[in-house]
């Protein structure tokens, strides 16, 4: 089946990285995406990595995939108050197209 | 450009009443999603519509349907609507459908409360 698990909650220091952890079920997943939702408001894509690929860097963000283990990580260097949101990881079913989504997980960062 | 578009931002309903959610695509976009999301979940996956058909479906039942008209827009439609409809209902759309990297631009979403 077809399966996203993420914990809930981290919480941090400004100026720390962070490190949300996620783990997929679909083997044949494509895409794996990490979305920011800040309160209030819709979805917005922040990296995605190809499933061929063991690490993407994008200036502050960091995505590293081990696809033995199907675990997908995000990492956020130096961590703004700003970088407070929930954090969704997805993947992309290559049947159907649809993203299936972890239930999310709230970053809290303390100044 | 105008990113996806969604109306009404706010809706409030009562059991039983039927409801009609609308979306606007990213222009050149002929693919729309639709996802629920409930407090505390992520998103699930209702429907797909790429060029006027339905492509995919998830594990709703049939009180929710949908269309898409040849302008690409779509509209969810729920019907006898219960305290579990309540959620916030997100629009994606993209340039193709499935088995490629298809970026899915998310709308800022309709919240719906059933009282």
């Known amino acids: 089946g077809e399966d996203v698990e993420q914990s809930l909650f981290l919480s941090v220091r400004e100026g720390d990285s962070s490190v949300i952890n996620c783990t997929y079920t679909?083997?044949?997943?494509?895409?794996l995406y990490w979305y920011k939702q800040e309160p209030g408001a819709g979805l917005q894509l922040l990296t995605y990595i190809f499933s061929n690929m063991d690490m993407k860097q994008d200036q502050r963000l960091t995505v590293l995939l081990n696809k033995k283990d199907k675990h997908l990580s995000l990492r956020i260097a130096d961590t703004q108050t700003g970088d407070s949101a929930i954090y969704f990881c997805a993947e992309l079913s290559s049947n159907t197209g649809k993203l299936i989504f972890g239930q999310g997980t709230t970053l809290q960062v303390k100044p | 450009d105008a990113g996806v578009t969604q109306s009404p931002t706010h809706l409030i309903k009562t059991r039983g009443q039927h409801v009609t959610l609308r979306c606007s695509p990213i222009?050149?976009?002929?693919?729309v999603s639709w996802y629920q999301q409930v407090l505390g979940q992520g998103p699930q996956f209702i429907f797909q519509?790429?060029?006027?058909?339905?492509?995919g479906r998830g594990n709703f039942p049939d009180r929710f349907s949908a269309r898409q008209f040849p302008n690409y827009s779509s509209e969810l439609n729920v019907n006898a609507l219960l305290l579990g409809d309540s959620a916030l209902y997100l629009c994606?759309?993209?340039?193709?459908?499935?088995?490629?990297?298809?970026?899915?631009?998310f709308g800022p979403g309709t919240r719906l409360t059933v009282l």
């Open positions: 679909d083997s044949s997943s494509t895409y």
């Open positions: 222009s050149g976009h002929k693919s």
């Open positions: 519509y790429y060029e006027k058909e339905e492509r």
């Open positions: 994606a759309s993209s340039s193709s459908t499935s088995g490629f990297y298809n970026e899915q631009f």
